[in-house]
């Protein structure tokens, strides 16, 4: 008997039964352990030694070629009402897809050891946090589950005394997107996922977990589960303010949640924190506010781009005992990507580099890291009762239209910014990289229910003694007519946040508009940047004509999660295309 909890004894025999594995090994999350499967997988080809020297502790693992990112048309969330789902996920019967994965199970770990992972989400002894177990046969999902969670022990005690967990299986199988499923059961609090072994789709801890299940569970106890970055800004002053923010996968969460302030304001002593990079739970508390935790315990971070100029403080937590996934290689053997000074010798698929093969590094490819070697760890992160957030920012790459920044006028309109987000693609899911597409509040690939529903639980949040975050929207990515980019983006993007905070305090005027609040002329602090005034106007400007064919459009969108769409945000939609209405007929009038 490996645990004291009779559901959980039962479930892992049950899975073995299935599966058939040669040995079970239940994950005490020691170091030993850890440094025992890096001896086993570098002995099997799954890792790679990088130089030792300049790298200590760090290795790099090739996936397979076409197992290389999420896959959004393979994953499912099935509830026991097939309609909860909603139109912004695949759905399937749930019975059909017990058999599905049960015949995919079937046996696959034959010959294979069958790893247990107690894991908790979220600081061990913080009330806002959830356990799960992983049952996997993937050495490496197991050395990343080590480094991305409070995994072993620890972990198996809370479960044992709570008695509930999340349920997670997950099987490599034999790699073939054929055979590739994701699948998510929020009823049953149970996800298996088979056939592949990339970061989003294995570690079940993150997405499939912190996300998908999370959000359903989230409702059903009133809390929020969110695709967010958390961030401390400390003031020269020593106040520090706490910003949750929702972007798009790829779209900068880390470089923004590592941020380093600009020279003049690190002189003046601003300070920035890094809570998490990628996931946010948050609960009111007892005084109204929203607290926020970050369920992980590392970054999967996206190696492309990472350099000294986007994020230095990145660049340090990934120098020692990292795993790089699909990276390529210099000739002194030291993890490289494009965006980094060297030359690479080897591609991410240990071929001699050529560029005619394209990048040298895949670009999803990845690090794992634990965040405790992160330069600017908040020493809040480990807070139980979670940071008190003054601010929700939502973003997306746009290139035109929408604003550097404005500000929701209340919840409501800030929900709507949130559910109208759009953003470009990128490649950390297949298809098509750099397409618009809608992603309310960055959950498209992940929230675990119907969109409609999820609207109408933000908006529940609005009752009497919250005391809500002041909502906020940014686009870093305008770009001029030439096609550059209007905003330096990185650690200028404090000069946005400082704004923000401004408000929050009450210390910024700011402009209203139709569309929100802007900052108004001489707000956002510009000295020590060269940006000249007409790249200014370009940021700031509010194209009347272009936001009304936005809002139709919000509007059709809204509208394809009918008849679960909320009035009172259908409501919120009229109310700005009619303000941009009337502001077309004041100045025609004029
Ligand atoms: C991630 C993603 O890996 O969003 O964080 O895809
Ligand atoms: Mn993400």
């Avoid at 130089?51 to 076409?66: E, I, K, M």
């Avoid at 199988?173 to 055979?179: A, S």
């Avoid at 550059?484 to 946040?497: Q, T």
């Avoid at 272009?546 to 999660?561: H, M, P, R, T, V």
Wanted: with cysteine; hydrophobic share 40%; glycine share 10%.
């Amino acid at each position: 008997m490996a645990s004291t909890l009779e559901a959980l004894e039962r479930w892992v025999s049950d899975v073995a039964t299935l599966t058939r594995p040669a040995k079970i090994h239940w994950c005490d999350g020691s170091e030993a352990e850890y440094q025992a499967l890096v001896r086993q997988m570098l002995a099997d080809g799954t890792l790679v030694e990088l130089n030792q020297q300049t790298h200590p502790g760090c290795y790099l693992h090739r996936s397979h070629p076409s197992d290389v990112a999420r896959v959004e048309h393979l994953t499912l969330v099935c509830h026991r009402d097939e309609q909860d789902a909603g139109p912004n996920n695949h759905t399937m019967d749930v019975t059909a897809a017990h058999a599905k994965m049960d015949a995919l199970f079937d046996g696959c770990m034959q010959g294979r050891t069958m790893y247990v992972i107690p894991y908790c989400m979220g600081p061990i002894d913080s009330p806002l946090s959830r356990c799960g177990v992983e049952i996997t046969d993937s050495p490496y999902v197991v050395a990343n589950m080590k480094i991305m969670t409070r995994m072993g022990k620890a972990a198996q005690e809370r479960i044992e005394r709570e008695g509930r967990f999340v349920k997670g299986l997950h099987s490599t199988g034999e790699l073939d997107p054929e055979r590739r499923f994701i699948v998510h059961f929020p009823d049953e609090l149970s996800i298996q996922s088979y056939g592949s072994g990339y970061g989003g789709n294995a570690l079940l801890g993150k997405k499939c977990h912190a996300l998908r299940i999370a959000s359903h569970q989230a409702r059903t106890e009133g809390w929020l589960a969110e695709h967010m970055l958390i961030v401390g800004i400390e003031n020269p002053q020593g106040e520090t303010h706490y910003i949750a923010a929702a972007f798009p996968s790829a779209c900068g969460k880390t470089n923004l949640a590592m941020l380093i302030p600009p020279e003049g304001y690190r002189k003046d002593g601003w300070k920035v924190w890094t809570v998490g990079d990628d996931i946010c739970w948050m609960r009111p508390g007892a005084d109204g506010r929203l607290y926020a935790i970050n369920p992980e315990a590392g970054f999967f971070g996206v190696a492309p781009g990472t350099s000294d100029n986007s994020n230095p403080n990145a660049l340090s937590t990934i120098a020692r005992d990292t795993i790089f996934t699909n990276v390529a290689v210099t000739a002194d053997n030291q993890p490289w990507w494009e965006g980094l000074p060297g030359t690479p010798v080897t591609d991410w698929q240990g071929r001699p580099y050529d560029a005619a093969n394209g990048p040298a590094a895949h670009p999803n490819s990845r690090f794992t890291v634990s965040a405790k070697q992160c330069p600017t760890w908040s020493p809040k992160a480990e807070d139980a009762q979670g940071v008190p957030i003054s601010a929700i920012v939502f973003g997306g790459r746009r290139p035109s239209l929408l604003p550097l920044v404005m500000e929701a006028r209340d919840w409501t309109h800030g929900v709507l910014m949130g559910a109208a987000m759009g953003s470009e693609t990128t490649a950390a899911a297949t298809g098509a990289v750099g397409v618009l597409r809608r992603d309310s509040m960055a959950m498209k690939p992940f929230c675990g229910y119907h969109y409609g529903d999820y609207f109408a639980h933000w908006l529940s949040f609005d009752k009497p003694g919250a005391q809500l975050p002041k909502v906020f929207h940014v686009n870093w990515f305008r770009k001029g007519k030439d096609g550059k980019f209007l905003w330096p983006g990185f650690g200028e993007n404090l000069r946005v946040l400082e704004w923000m905070i401004a408000r929050v305090e009450g210390k910024a005027r700011g402009e209203e508009t139709p569309i929100g609040t802007l900052p108004a002329t001489g707000e956002l602090k510009l000295e020590g940047l060269s940006l000249d005034k007409a790249t200014l106007t370009g940021l700031l400007e509010v194209d009347h004509a272009g936001w009304q064919a936005e809002l139709a459009a919000i509007g059709e969108y809204l509208d394809s999660f009918s008849p679960r769409m909320p009035a009172k945000l259908h409501a919120e939609q009229q109310r700005v295309a009619r303000a941009l209405d009337t502001t077309e007929r004041k100045v025609a009038t004029a």
